[in-house]
């Protein structure tokens, strides 16, 4: 693969193909032999053949043109009854049975109210909006380590250096903290990086956060930008990351056994 931008390779060619992805930093971060797991373990498809409403709430807000190609409605059934019950079974297993993703009726509904209120915030409606490319794939060759990277950004406007990434988040109040657990200012860090090196500006990246829990009747969203210091802080751990990476790859040693402690109440407990 060529350093350069694709807008024509799959989602699944993109993340079974080659370069280091984000995602596969957040297992070099755990352990370099996560990152080696997760590439030969087996997948159970009877779990991943189930709808990702995030997902669906991705295509529907960036791809709306080709959701109907990915995603089939079901029927209005009352579950109540057998005839209901076997009615939605058979949909399911007709959309099993052509590769189309299914979504219910009230999960449609849900989706449908989710993309509505994103396009009810005025900044999301304007990101959404702008004329842009949506899920286009930048690979770079690292400088400084001369590993091949690579993201898929959500979405980067034309007319100016803006990246916007969706995210679908449970609790809009806890988002600070999926910032963290999730990695999300590696992510912030690294599709920045990307994205200057393939077109020479440092640009703007942004989190459109929609949540699938309702307050006050209402599906709450919000778009972020974070901190400076965290932007700083996730390029430090992106440099680790890919440094680590790296050495892995130079050495052929992918490691193995990780180090465990035991609860941090259970060590100051033995204190007492």
Same mark, same amino acid.
């Given at each position: 693969?060529?350093?350069?931008?694709?807008?024509?390779?799959?989602? =699944?060619?993109?993340?079974?193909?080659?370069?280091? =992805?984000? =995602? &596969? *930093? +957040?297992?070099?971060?755990?352990?370099?032999?996560?990152?080696?797991?997760?590439?030969?373990?087996?997948?159970?498809? @009877?779990?991943?053949?189930?709808?990702?409403?995030?997902?669906?709430?991705?295509?529907?807000? $960036?791809?709306?043109?080709?959701?109907?190609?990915?995603?089939?409605?079901?029927?209005?059934?009352?579950?109540?009854?057998?005839?209901?019950?076997?009615? @939605? &079974?058979?949909?399911?297993?007709?959309?099993?049975?052509?590769?189309?993703?299914?979504?219910?009726?009230?999960?449609?509904?849900?989706?449908? $109210?989710?993309?509505?209120? /994103?396009?009810?915030?005025?900044?999301?409606?304007?990101?959404? @909006?702008?004329?842009?490319?949506?899920? =286009?794939?930048?690979?770079?060759?690292? @400088?400084?380590?001369?590993?091949?990277?690579?993201?898929?950004?959500?979405?980067? $406007?034309?007319?100016?250096?803006?990246?916007?990434?969706?995210?679908?988040?449970?609790?809009?109040?806890?988002?600070?903290?999926?910032?963290?657990?999730?990695?999300?200012?590696? &992510?912030? /860090?690294?599709?920045?990086?990307?994205?200057?090196?393939?077109?020479?500006?440092?640009? $703007?990246?942004?989190?459109?956060?929609?949540?699938?829990?309702?307050?006050?009747?209402?599906?709450?969203?919000?778009?972020?930008?974070?901190?400076?210091? +965290?932007?700083? /802080?996730?390029?430090?751990?992106?440099?680790?990351? *890919?440094?680590?990476?790296?050495?892995?790859?130079?050495?052929?040693?992918?490691?193995?056994?990780?180090? *465990?402690?035991?609860?941090?109440?259970?060590?100051?407990? +033995?204190?007492?």
């Amino acid at each position: 693969m060529k350093p350069g931008i694709y807008h024509d390779i799959s989602n =699944s060619a993109y993340h079974s193909g080659p370069g280091i =992805s984000k =995602s &596969q *930093l +957040d297992d070099i971060a755990i352990s370099p032999a996560i990152y080696q797991w997760r590439k030969s373990a087996p997948i159970d498809e @009877e779990k991943t053949a189930a709808l990702d409403m995030g997902t669906a709430l991705h295509c529907l807000l $960036l791809e709306p043109e080709i959701f109907s190609q990915r995603f089939e409605i079901g029927p209005d059934v009352n579950r109540r009854t057998t005839a209901g019950r076997e009615e @939605e &079974q058979q949909f399911f297993e007709r959309c099993k049975r052509e590769g189309i993703t299914p979504i219910t009726h009230d999960d449609d509904r849900k989706l449908k $109210l989710m993309r509505d209120s /994103a396009m009810a915030h005025t900044g999301a409606r304007w990101l959404l @909006e702008a004329e842009g490319c949506c899920e =286009s794939s930048i690979y770079w060759r690292d @400088e400084e380590t001369e590993e091949l990277c690579r993201i898929r950004p959500d979405k980067f $406007l034309n007319a100016q250096p803006v990246i916007a990434d969706v995210k679908k988040v449970a609790d809009m109040e806890r988002f600070s903290r999926h910032v963290e657990e999730f990695r999300y200012h590696v &992510q912030d /860090a690294m599709y920045r990086e990307g994205y200057l090196k393939q077109f020479g500006e440092y640009p $703007l990246f942004v989190f459109i956060a929609v949540s699938e829990t309702i307050n006050c009747g209402r599906y709450p969203v919000r778009v972020f930008e974070l901190e400076t210091e +965290d932007v700083e /802080a996730g390029y430090r751990e992106f440099r680790r990351n *890919l440094t680590t990476y790296h050495e892995c790859v130079a050495t052929g040693n992918w490691g193995g056994v990780e180090k *465990l402690a035991r609860p941090e109440w259970a060590r100051r407990r +033995d204190q007492l």
